[in-house]
């Protein structure tokens, strides 16, 4: 009966070690054992082979070293069983020399589809008469097996003309039975994977200190490692015992050589990197006006736990939830600087898995505030004039709160004094008639809702003249994120004849014959529509808004376009989604609206000129009033 290997581990000994293809007869595989081969070796090398009516393509030289006598055959079966696959071999021996090779004692060239083969297999056997056959439709792919004795020595070419993959080597025959037709190879011992732990994605693992792990008997064998099988198997590229991996998971493979025989074993483990990302500290509200709680949110790896200082003092620990996230309220009341130092993720017993120095900080300012620029002047007619007339002050609400977002209110007050104390506040400023002549100042306090201490002034005018302001309306002609924006003012009605501007631009006549204007805006933000009397007489504004976005900015600290964020966002918008992303779509940056936004960094890093793109959630306020919940994507340069 044959005894038929199939052996998964490769094992196989190499009778030169130097880092040399096994396509020629010295660099030859010596077998120890019994094998499967997974190769990288490709080409013909030095032709070198005879008899069958063929040449070298692909060729990988095995040598085998018997150890028992007997008969000694193979089955070879190539990887890809593709019926088009055509394997080759050659049998030179016994103990034949590289330099004199003589011819072949077996061959066998036969095309399996040409011989009209069912499978691409070949080889020796007991059921072939023949020494030699082929090329192409001669024989059946198999010749005779050979006789053996103990301390022969054969060389066997495979060659592969159509394909180049592995191929399994299943020995048969008397010689391979009972301890096997090859020498032993050395212990290749199984050894648990290495972990190493990570901030970057990358790790360095010390191979060195697994020799005597992987074989105990270092005085006469070495161990090596390798990348790929194929590379163990080649004798290629073998690693330092240092070795850095950028891989979760990288397979190695640890071949053990045998000093005296130089046979081999092979066997793997797994290098395995677990990554612990850096902390990240949010803010709900930075810098702020006044003491209040403030949260404070860390962001990091799933279930990791975050020791961190405030102002230097005693180290606290918080633990990240299934999400990354940890947060906790923090009372303000002057500036504070909060410190990550370490990060650590437990093993289930509580011993800890993997840890990251961390070096992560944010500091909270405690800054005052500021009321909007540009407070509408009121200009009325006084049609009666009595020196009296009626004014909406709140029209200056929404420019008054343009430098802070949530949680601060307006009062208007006849004084300076009043304003800054929070006294006499005007009880109907919707409805103010004026007490005083034209011109009349006015101030508003914007003020903090919680913390009343934390306030801001400014002051406008109300002012009246004898015929009316214009009324008209505006148009938006285009929606929010364009190139250009236009805004077109129609149904102009009062006494007289008026005029229009944008923003501090030039003025344009309304007439019968230019019944409506229209103005290009480029960028985003809040634009007032002026329109007055030619004759001096009443002013009224009108203010639209256009979402858009910077083309590009320049984070260099110089105090000047050193923020990217959307401009334009109203109170509607408050809750508005920015997310940027790098030109591959990797998440950077989540932004508030009524942030900085961006500063050009990424987990605390500058990052390079170039195109970014980001994605912002957002409400369009429709011409007809209405709103609708909307999205859009571009993208923006960053400039250094």
């Not at 020498?183 to 994605?201: F, K, R, V």
Request: charged share 15%; with cysteine; proline share 4%.
């Amino acid at each position: 009966m044959k005894y038929l290997f199939s052996l998964i581990i490769l094992i196989f000994c190499s009778a030169q070690l130097s880092a040399q293809q096994p396509n020629d007869c010295v660099n030859a595989i010596v077998i120890c054992g019994n094998s499967s081969f997974s190769s990288n070796a490709s080409g013909a090398g030095v032709q070198e082979v005879s008899g069958c009516a063929s040449e070298e393509h692909n060729s990988i030289w095995i040598r085998v070293d018997i150890v028992q006598n007997g008969t000694l055959g193979f089955d070879l079966i190539p990887d890809n069983a593709d019926i088009s696959v055509d394997y080759d071999f050659w049998i030179y021996g016994p103990n034949e020399d590289c330099s004199s090779l003589t011819s072949p004692i077996r061959c066998s060239t036969t095309n399996p589809i040409a011989a009209g083969q069912t499978n691409n297999h070949t080889g020796m056997g007991s059921v072939s008469s023949e020494a030699f056959e082929g090329p192409g439709a001669d024989g059946d792919s198999y010749v005779e097996w050979i006789n053996v004795l103990s301390g022969e020595s054969y060389y066997i070419v495979v060659d592969r003309p159509v394909g180049n993959g592995g191929f399994e080597l299943n020995w048969t025959g008397s010689a391979a039975q009972g301890t096997g037709a090859f020498p032993e190879p050395p212990t290749a011992n199984m050894i648990q994977d290495l972990e190493e732990c990570s901030d970057t994605g990358s790790a360095q693992f010390n191979l060195g200190n697994l020799r005597s792990s992987i074989n105990s008997d270092l005085s006469n064998n070495e161990v090596d490692f390798y990348e790929t099988l194929a590379n163990a198997t080649d004798n290629l590229n073998a690693l330092p015992n240092n070795y850095t991996s950028s891989q979760s998971v990288k397979t190695i493979y640890a071949k053990v050589t045998s000093n005296s025989t130089q046979c081999t074993n092979v066997t793997e483990f797994n290098l395995i990197i677990n990554q612990i990302d850096n902390i990240q500290i949010e803010a709900s509200e930075n810098p702020i006006c006044a003491p209040r709680d403030v949260e404070i949110q860390f962001s990091g790896s799933a279930n990791a736990i975050v020791e961190y200082e405030i102002d230097g003092g005693s180290t606290q620990q918080i633990q990240l939830n299934n999400s990354g996230i940890a947060t906790f309220n923090l009372f303000v009341d002057e500036e504070v600087t909060i410190s990550v130092s370490n990060t650590y993720v437990e093993n289930p017993d509580g011993s800890i898995q993997c840890s990251a120095a961390q070096n992560e900080s944010l500091t909270i300012l405690v800054e005052g505030i500021s009321v909007g620029e540009n407070l509408i002047d009121f200009y009325t007619c006084d049609g009666d004039q009595d020196g009296k007339a009626i004014f909406d002050l709140t029209e200056n609400d929404s420019i008054a709160l343009a430098n802070v977002s949530g949680g601060y209110q307006t009062s208007y007050h006849f004084t300076q004094t009043q304003a800054e104390n929070g006294t006499n506040a005007i009880a109907t400023p919707s409805n103010f008639e004026n007490t005083q002549n034209f011109p009349q100042e006015i101030w508003v306090r914007v003020e903090d809702e919680l913390f009343t201490n934390c306030y801001a002034v400014s002051s406008f005018e109300l002012d009246a003249y004898t015929n009316a302001p214009p009324s008209f309306e505006v148009e938006r002609s285009s929606l929010n994120f364009g190139e250009e924006h236009t805004i077109t003012v129609t149904n102009v009605s009062g006494i007289g004849t008026y005029e229009f501007s944008i923003g501090n631009g030039n003025w344009q006549l309304i007439d019968d014959a230019n019944p409506s204007i229209s103005f290009t805006i480029e960028g985003g933000g809040q634009f007032t529509v002026t329109g007055r009397h030619t004759e001096g007489c009443g002013i009224s504004f009108q203010t639209v808004t256009f979402i858009d976005y910077p083309k590009y900015f320049t984070p260099n600290q110089d105090g000047i376009n050193d923020y990217w964020n959307i401009v334009g966002f109203q109170q509607n918008n408050r809750n508005a989604e920015i997310l940027i992303f790098d030109r591959f779509g990797k998440l950077l940056k989540s932004i508030a609206p009524n942030s900085r936004g961006w500063d050009g960094t990424y987990h605390g890093k500058s990052m390079p000129s170039n195109d970014y793109w980001f994605l912002v959630k957002y409400v369009e306020i429709l011409p007809d009033g209405t709103t609708t919940n909307k999205s859009f994507k571009s993208n923006f340069s960053l400039i250094r």
